[in-house]
Structures are given as structure tokens and as C-alpha cells.
């Protein structure tokens, strides 16, 4: 049985305890959603691949999150901590990068975007994976819903129903008051 540590998301540990060590877990993600917002809480070290390492480290200052930024390079050195990579691979690149998960005892979180993959290699990501993790946002109305589920999880628990998710109050205040922003 694996172990399960805390994921870094509140609601995930409070209902399913976190997610088992090691394993390597696929996040799609529709970028709409704010998903730095959930992914950012989720790592003790970062990878990134279609953001600048400086844009990174001012969105999580923003946000209120503390991790490292390490290469690629460097991910074989950890050990014992949650990492995510921004993920632009093919399903080989994800069985290595598993392989490196349960050798060092990591949990790898691969960020997808949920348009750069055809269902065909999307589908083979997913398969390959211990776990899969959908952020979404969905247009209700006049606004955006923001949601997340969790509907695989090898050795841990899954969350089949999706979980709404609000934004954080950022740099940005909206006078509700008139119709002016």
C-alpha cells in the first residue's frame, strides 16, 4: 500500500487525505479556470515548460504560494516531495517521467493544457498515469464556473464529482456597486 501524503488542495485532503507516494499524476487543465490556483499549492519544487521561470515565480508570489523552480535537469535529485511539471511530451516522456516518480519516491503532477493533446495521446497520457485530475470552467449565464475532480487515482482515492472552486481576490477588485470595472 502506498503512503499518502497531503496534495497541497484543502478539499482533497480533508475528504480523500492527499495522494499516494509515488506517483505520477496527469492535470488537465482548460487555462480559463485559474488552475495555478489549485497546481501552485500542489508542489514543493516546479518545472516550467510554456511559462517563463519568472512568470511563474511572480504568480505564485501573487497568489500567495512558496516553492522551488528547478530544471529538468534536477528532478532526478529530489526525493520525497511533491513536484508539478509543465508537461509537452508524448507518452514515452510520461513513462519516464514515472519511472524517475517511483524511483525517488516523488509525486510528478504534469500539467496538460487541455487543447494541446488530440484524444488519441491525451488518452495514452491518461492510461499511463496513476492518477488523472480535470480543471475545468464551464460558462454559466454571464459568468465562469470553476471546477476540479479527480476520476483516477491508483492506490489512493478518487473524487468522481466535480468540486467548484472560487477565485482568490488578487490584485484586481470589482466595484460590484456599478457597472463600471
Do not use: H
Not at 17 to 33: E, K, Q, R, W, Y
Not at 81 to 89: K, N, Q
Not at 163 to 169: A, D, L, M, S
Request: with cysteine.
Amino acid at each position: 500500500m502506498k503512503r499518502i501524503v497531503e496534495s497541497g488542495i484543502r478539499i482533497v485532503d480533508r475528504v480523500i487525505g492527499g495522494f499516494p507516494l509515488p506517483s505520477f499524476i496527469t492535470v488537465i487543465v482548460d487555462p480559463l479556470a485559474t488552475p495555478e490556483l489549485l497546481i501552485y499549492g500542489m508542489c514543493d519544487y516546479y518545472i516550467p515548460g510554456f511559462k517563463s521561470k519568472d512568470i511563474v515565480i511572480n504568480e505564485a508570489k501573487t497568489l500567495g504560494y512558496n516553492f522551488e523552480i528547478v530544471d529538468f535537469d534536477n528532478l532526478k535529485d529530489l526525493r520525497n516531495c511533491r513536484v508539478c511539471v509543465e508537461f509537452e511530451g508524448d507518452c514515452k516522456k510520461a513513462l519516464e517521467l514515472r519511472e524517475i516518480a517511483y524511483s525517488n519516491d516523488l509525486i510528478i503532477n504534469a500539467i496538460v493544457l487541455r487543447d494541446q493533446y488530440e484524444d488519441r495521446e491525451l488518452s495514452r497520457l491518461m492510461y499511463v498515469s496513476d492518477g488523472v485530475m480535470v480543471v475545468e470552467s464551464e460558462k454559466v449565464g454571464d459568468r465562469y464556473v470553476f471546477k476540479f475532480a479527480i476520476p483516477k487515482m491508483i492506490g489512493g482515492y478518487a473524487i468522481p464529482n466535480y468540486v467548484r472552486f472560487k477565485t482568490e481576490r488578487s490584485v484586481l477588485e470589482i466595484d460590484t456597486s456599478r457597472d463600471i470595472v
